[in-house]
């Protein structure tokens, strides 16, 4: 069962005998996803064809365990088998098999476990405390504190999916919370203070820290110059103009309106997800420019990029009307890196990511089917905490 551990969606021929040194915490089989392994291994059966995985596995649960309990809670249903060292959950949605250590799942929910116990035969109980829960690898938290001028529900919502627990707290009072593997900041509209780029240089620059630590700051074009932000970010070998723009100019190159740009993902990093992505939309966007390629054990990558055909606008105070002020192609997401050694022979990684088209990662964006945004946002983001390193 070495196969099984930590793997969230897998397609393979379950099997039902698991001891206690496998901890499983949390495993989620994909049973739509094994359905299709299952019916290509018995191709040549077409009894077997025809027949409702979901019920070939609940038979052969019941078959393996006897009669399961049942329970009910305010997020759904599930049949339970108890074995010597599992605890397994056939969901009602006919959608998946959960597995669980039996000493993890009494630690994580003991009125169940309780519960459960007390149950004779096949008794339904009815429960509070939902026996569900996700197998969280990394923690990203958002900062409510600056004003934001974007929401970020969306997308965060796509991270908890991902395996992904999701914070808010605010820099100025709180402290960053534990655990914290990216801290967000989407399209901030007041500056930090001095002592809030303490706190966030402090926790970036933490050589003791074994878990990856990053700063995503997500960018729009109506943000205002913040000095102290930017001092922050100029750290890194980034930085974004304030009040600016990106469009493109010719057809092909965006859609609908000029600012909706189709962009390009570049092969400076490999973010270890998909080959290639198909379109990318960069609605509204600022650019952002690399200060250098290296320096001060940073090291910079561009991540991705507007059309060639691109022009930068920048809003003129006095005529109060965006202007054009050069054209050609501009960086849209950058990075910059500083690698750390947290004991002999291990390092991990510190990113700062400045992502000028902030509303890349825009709800309305990500559900689009006809763009890539959510694949190439949840790849980034797995990539930055090292997620299937």
Known sequence: MEDLKGVEKTPVEIEYSFTAKDKLYGISIDLEEAKQAWKGLNETDPYLQEQDYFRVVQTELIETYGKPLGIDWSGGS???FLTDDTIVLLMMDGQHLLLYDKEYFKRAWPET???LLASPGSETIKIQEAPVKRHVEACAAVDTGHTPMMSVEGFTSELEKNNF?????NLLTDE???GTQVIIFPSPSADLTEAEVEKVSTYLNDDKASEFRNLVVLYTPQMEELPNLKGLMNEWGLDVVP???VTATSDGSYVQ???YMIANATDEVDLGGQ???GYLLAPMASPVEVLWNGRNEVTTSVLMTSPEDAERLVYNAESKEMETVSSGQENLIAMGTKMYKYASNSYRNSNVVAMGCGLFTDKSFLNASAFS????AIDLFTYLVGIGE
């Open 373 to 376: 945004n959510k694949d190439y």
């Open 113 to 115: 476990y309780s519960a």
């Open 257 to 259: 309106y000029k600012d």
């Open 275 to 277: 080959s290639s992505y």
């Open 78 to 80: 599930a049949s339970v």
């Open 165 to 169: 627990e999701i914070k808010e707290f």
């Open 243 to 245: 009040q600016s723009e």
């Open 176 to 178: 960053i919370p534990e």
